[in-house]
């Protein structure tokens, strides 16, 4: 790695699903880091992306759907019904998107290297990312409020054990992480947490 005063920090983050990744990664913008949220960049490679488009709609020719606006697109909820109910569908969509991600990532931080920046992973451990990054952090909750908040979102008793099973437990994710934030409290709770970890990282590294 580049010596310390040659850049910034690199820390990655990751969490069980509805834990709160994204609400942490809005503090960390807050406190002036670059953030860039995986889920995000998919999601951007979905509508932007002609060569991804092209090869999901060759693999899948049932994911197309018409809008209400009679537009043609991709449907991201029958690509998530593919992939979560077969393992061979999820492991090549993986290889077409994570590549593409990684290389997002590895760009933006290239750009502005001096730039503290914080990464959000899902899959952070179980794709061997960590070493990437200077610190893993990891945003936990308790199985009652992750179910809680994922059915807010829609999402089914059914869909919620679909998407669980394909990511590590919690508890193995908290065991590898550096640091744990708890976002069991409120919003001020975990942000108190949040930026005791920013400061104590920046000062260890003046």
């Known amino acids: 790695m580049e010596p310390r005063a040659a850049r910034g920090l690199r820390i990655g983050l990751t969490g069980g699903i ?6 942490a990664v809005g503090m960390f913008r807050e406190l002036n880091f670059g953030v860039l949220e995986s889920d995000a960049v998919v999601r951007d490679l979905w ?3 002609d060569e991804v488009k092209a090869a999901a709609v060759k693999r899948w020719p049932g994911i197309l759907e018409k809008t209400l606006k009679s ?4 449907s991201r909820r029958k690509v998530a019904e593919i ?10 969509l993986e290889g077409l998107l994570h590549p593409r991600v990684r290389l997002c990532w590895q760009s933006a931080m290239e750009v502005e290297p001096e730039k503290d920046w914080v990464v959000e992973i899902p899959l952070l451990f179980e794709k061997n990312l960590a070493s990437g990054f200077d610190y893993t952090l990891c945003i936990a909750s308790s199985p009652a409020l992750q179910a809680a908040r994922l059915a807010a979102r829609g999402l089914s ?5 679909a998407r669980q099973a394909r990511q590590w437990p919690l508890r193995d994710k908290i065991e590898r992480a550096d640091w744990v934030a708890l976002n069991d409290g ?3 709770f975990l942000r108190r947490q949040i930026v005791h970890f920013t400061s104590r990282l920046r000062n260890s590294s003046k």
């Open 18 to 23: 509805g834990c709160g990744k994204t609400t």
């Open 47 to 49: 509508e932007t992306d």
């Open 71 to 74: 537009e043609i697109k991709i």
């Open 83 to 92: 992939v979560f109910a077969d393992q061979k569908e999820l492991e090549w």
């Open 157 to 161: 008793p059914a869909e919620i054990a």
């Open 186 to 188: 409120s919003v001020e």
